[in-house]
């Protein structure tokens, strides 16, 4: 599979026993269809974060395409106060995080700001950026 945005292979990444699929090259994360229910730990946040979902038909990001079926992806709002717009497959496919959006969106809907995932995320983002 190859990354939406910059078209470099994606490469597997393991996050608590999960495989996620991460460009090496622009940093975007994709996800599968679920993945991200299983990356969150069952909190009022994760329910809010989810709740807040927003389909946006007016966004100016530049579109991205689902790597797996190649079709435009829709832009979706998350959060309620530090929104953050991240692209999704309208066939379920999944999720697409530009470089740095997935660790906002785990922390918009962790109870624990200090949970394994958003400390590996950022061990990890740290690690490329150097
Ligand atoms: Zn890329
Ligand atoms: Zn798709």
């Known amino acids: 599979m190859n990354c939406p945005v910059c078209n470099q292979p994606l490469i597997i990444l393991e996050l608590n026993r999960i495989e996620v699929d991460y460009c ?4 975007g994360i994709w996800l599968d269809e679920g993945e991200l229910e299983l990356l969150l730990q069952n909190s009022d946040e994760k ?3 989810f709740n807040s979902f927003l389909i946006d038909n007016k966004s100016k990001e530049k579109s991205v395409k689902c790597p797996i079926c ?3 992806m829709d832009k979706i709002i998350c959060g309620d106060k530090n929104k953050v717009t991240i692209d999704k497959c309208r ?5 697409w995080f530009n470089k740095g959006e997935l660790i906002s969106v785990i922390e918009m809907g962790s109870l624990d700001k200090h949970d394994k995932i958003i400390k590996l995320l950022r061990e990890m983002f740290s690690y490329n950026l150097s």
């Open 91 to 95: 066939r379920q496919h999944g999720l």
């Open 24 to 27: 090496t090259n622009c940093h």
């Open 47 to 49: 329910n809010k974060l």
């Open 70 to 72: 190649f079709k435009k």
